[in-house]
């Protein structure tokens, strides 16, 4: 049996929320977590189903948080973009890891998630036993790029106050999340997005945007917790990102999924769970 618990917490001024699944008996004191950090756009309950498969199927002295990022699902956002940069989020997850496990966590991040996961990872190595990244990038290298891709955000944080609905819809149908093997978002994943607070959905575009977060390419090589890159298929720029972060990374595992494209998780749940938990029973 597998107990499911929603929680609130105060990190450096947000009221965050998350999500944490144990087993039965629940283990006084886990002696591994593990956390999972959802996109843009979505909350820790992306993960509901995948969270409890995933635990029923590694060892029992485990247990799974998800966390909504700050202003998405139930988690406070903030007035100013500022709070959502990369150095904010990052002291903020720091915060919540040592609050939540006296042990190295296992981190798990999708798309922006695991921006942030892996800007946490190269700040605070010592924090993490493992580390997880599914569609994930280390930034825009080249500063004129990275200035596009802020204005391109500047604007889509405009049409997201102007008409959030329409913006919600123009998101789904970019070709990043309609390659040959996408499948529709369930009914909660879109409730998920729909039910999202606007400005704070803009704030998260201005202070955490890729072409806002800094790259760390340059880091890469430093990094030593043991790393599985997850990247789909059909994901043709994310593979390559992730091909260029595996040969970085020294101790990292690279994972394409066959029939899957930017959402891993989504198009091939099966192929998901399965490379997660190998690289749980296999590396750690």
Not at 96 to 105: A, G, L, N, Q, Y
Not at 154 to 167: C, Q, V, W
Not at 234 to 251: E, G
Request: glycine share 6%; aromatic share 10%; proline share 5%.
């Amino acid at each position: 049996m597998i107990q499911r618990h929603k929680k609130h917490i105060k990190l450096r001024g947000i009221d965050y929320a998350y999500t944490e699944w144990v087993k039965e008996p629940v283990p006084t004191s886990p002696d591994r977590t593990m956390i999972f950090l959802h996109g843009f756009m979505g909350s820790g309950a992306i993960f509901e189903e995948l969270a409890e498969e995933l635990l029923s199927k590694i060892p029992k002295d485990y247990r799974v948080i998800a966390l909504d990022i700050i202003g998405h699902g139930h988690s406070e956002g903030a007035e100013m973009h500022y709070r959502f940069s990369t150095q904010e989020q990052v002291a903020d997850l720091r915060s919540f890891i040592e609050r939540m496990s006296d042990h190295p966590v296992i981190l798990m991040g999708y798309s922006m998630g695991a921006r942030l996961a892996l800007s946490l990872a190269l700040r605070y190595p010592k924090l993490l036993a493992g580390l997880i990244l599914e569609s994930g990038s280390f930034g825009i290298i080249d500063p004129t790029e990275a200035q596009t891709r802020q204005s391109l955000d500047g604007h889509r944080a405009d049409e997201l106050r102007a008409n959030y609905s329409e913006f919600i819809r123009q998101w789904n149908r970019m070709p990043l999340f309609s390659t040959k093997h996408s499948k529709p978002l369930p009914k909660n994943y879109t409730t998920i997005q729909r039910e999202q607070d606007p400005y704070w959905m803009a704030n998260s575009l201005l202070g955490f945007g890729s072409g806002t977060m800094p790259c760390v390419h340059d880091q890469l090589s430093s990094l030593d917790t043991p790393t599985q890159l997850l990247v789909g298929g059909d994901d043709t720029k994310f593979i390559a990102i992730n091909q260029r972060m595996h040969q970085q990374i020294p101790n990292s595992y690279l994972s394409i999924i066959s029939e899957s494209g930017h959402r891993v998780h989504n198009d091939a749940p099966k192929q998901w769970l399965s490379t997660i938990q190998s690289f749980i029973q296999l590396y750690l």
